[in-house]
């Protein structure tokens, strides 16, 4: 099960990074949601929101298909000095509930997976990171629409900031989950922190 | 408990946002994109003849690329441009030219009244379109050139506040008898003009109002001062092309029209777009 925390660590690294050169992505989402969705297809028997968080993972996987493929965009440049259009804010958007909705599950399944193993300090911790994703989030998505009426430029610092939030929400979750291989791997009431099979080793992110 | 009605208060906002700005988005789209009304006196002979002010949503891909009108053959427009962006809509401008090459030999005609102009839109489609009222006054080409005209240029202003002054010099003894323009009466108190002169000539004396008709001698200056205050939603948006022409009758009573141009171009504020956006809509429903 450690290997299955894994794989959503670098998951969710692999989706929140982007590297393009000459537009060309290096890292492209799907590898990410993949990585995700093999680690949380270990974990979905456990309880029904580690099921919520695969079924987001999938359908951010296909989304990042459609767009690596060029056939939807979602996001626009903060910084590019283009005005973004209805549909890419309606877009973004979306991609961004889904990810809160991939997010919730992945922290709540976490947290319950915890509190099964009176893992106290990780359950407030999935709770305290699953509060701050919701926020910055649902901060962002209350604030997309009013860029239809008012110019990006005169937003940019308070877009910005949410942005950051989200970004560093992410990065808490990263750390979540390898602290939720660790602490909950292995069978309940065990105390945690074992391997399975050894294959934990094979794969590891350093953080 | 507390979490779920938080969550349920989150989503209920973002909803009621988007609803909200998306409504608002929706009500300050232009219902169809077009051109803004025109009131235009051009004449028909080589030299710039109007710009054509077309405004659309700003995901409208269409935009206009030229126009034709029967009876003014040597019209041609350069390509079309950016007059200005808003925060919804773009204003595009089509800058109308008489081509020289094009100008075939006439006698003086009647002047050419035209409401509308066969435009061309970069889709490819052609459609006649109301674009106001153009009146193309059409002199005799070519132009006889044999007598030197009675006044000469000195000086010219114009302004960002809509006004402007032109200032002629007399090179020979002349009267101005009038001023008059197409759209003087339209107008009315949107637009002033102003005479003034110099109290003697060849002295660079102030210059004082003056009254027509007025007997001007010969290096004695008159200037014509105007001023636009359009201040109705509909006119703030509308594009003015006013000739206001002197009239001079000589001694031996020939008659000579010196033109002042006074144009009023709009750049709207994006509250003066949605007064204009409101009130299309209150047209269109």
Redesign the interface.
């Known amino acids: 099960m450690k290997r299955a925390f894994s794989r959503i660590a670098w998951g969710l690294g692999l989706a929140l990074i982007d590297v393009t050169v000459n537009g060309f992505d290096l890292l492209p989402d799907v590898v990410g949601y993949g990585l995700l969705m093999a680690g949380l297809a270990k974990l979905v028997s456990r309880n029904r929101m580690y099921k919520l968080a695969w079924n987001a993972a999938a359908v951010q996987l296909v989304l990042s298909v459609l767009a690596l493929l060029g056939l939807t965009r979602s996001g626009f440049s903060l910084t590019g000095g283009i ?1 973004p ?2 549909n890419a804010l309606a877009l973004t ?1 979306a991609g961004l509930a889904i990810e809160l909705a991939m997010l919730y599950g992945l922290c709540e399944g976490i947290r319950l997976d915890a509190l099964e193993r009176d893992k106290e300090r990780l359950a407030r911790s999935a709770r305290n990171r699953r ?1 701050f994703a ?1 926020a910055s989030g ?1 901060g962002m ?6 860029q ?4 990006l430029q005169e937003m940019l610092p308070f877009v910005i900031l949410l942005a950051l939030c989200v970004l560093f929400s992410w990065l808490t979750i990263v750390a979540l989950a390898r602290q939720a291989g660790r602490e909950i791997a292995g069978n309940p009431g065990s105390g945690g922190g074992g391997l399975d099979d050894g294959e934990g080793s094979m794969i590891d992110m350093r953080v | 408990m507390r979490a779920r009605a938080v969550y349920l208060i989150a989503t209920a906002l973002i909803v009621a946002s988007w609803l909200a700005n998306y409504g608002y988005y929706r009500y300050y789209r232009l219902p169809e994109p077009g051109f803004l009304r025109h009131y235009i006196e051009t004449t028909y002979t080589p030299s710039v003849a109007f710009d054509l002010l077309y405004v659309a949503n700003k995901d409208d891909k269409r935009k206009p690329i030229s126009a034709t009108a029967d009876g003014l053959e040597a019209l041609r427009f350069y390509p079309v441009q950016v007059h200005q962006e808003l925060s919804r809509q773009t204003i595009y401008a089509l800058r109308g030219y008489f081509d020289e090459n094009r100008m075939q030999e006439r006698p003086e005609g009647e002047p050419l009244r035209l409401n509308a102009l066969k435009v061309q839109y970069s889709d490819g489609s052609v459609r006649e379109e109301d674009v106001g009222e153009i009146i193309a006054y059409r002199p005799a080409w070519p132009p006889d050139k044999t007598k030197e005209p009675p006044v000469r240029f000195s000086s010219g202003r114009g302004s960002s506040d809509n006004s402007g002054t032109t200032v002629v010099t007399a090179v020979r003894q002349i009267t101005l008898s009038g001023v008059s323009s197409a759209w003087l009466e339209k107008l009315g108190d949107s637009f002033r003009y102003e005479i003034r002169t110099t109290d003697t000539h060849g002295m660079p004396q102030p210059l004082s109002e003056s009254t027509v008709p007025l007997e001007l001698d010969t290096e004695q200056t008159v200037s014509l001062e105007y001023q636009f205050k359009l201040r109705e939603a509909a006119d703030v948006l509308s594009v003015y092309n006013v000739q206001l022409r002197e009239h001079f009758a000589e001694p031996d009573g020939n008659q000579y029209d010196y033109i002042v141009f006074a144009n009023y171009t709009p750049y709207p504020t994006d509250a003066q777009m949605r007064a204009y956006v409101r009130e299309m809509r209150g047209r269109a429903e």
């Open positions: 005005e259009s209805l958007a509060h919701f649902a998505l209350f604030q997309l629409p009013f239809l009426n008012q110019s």
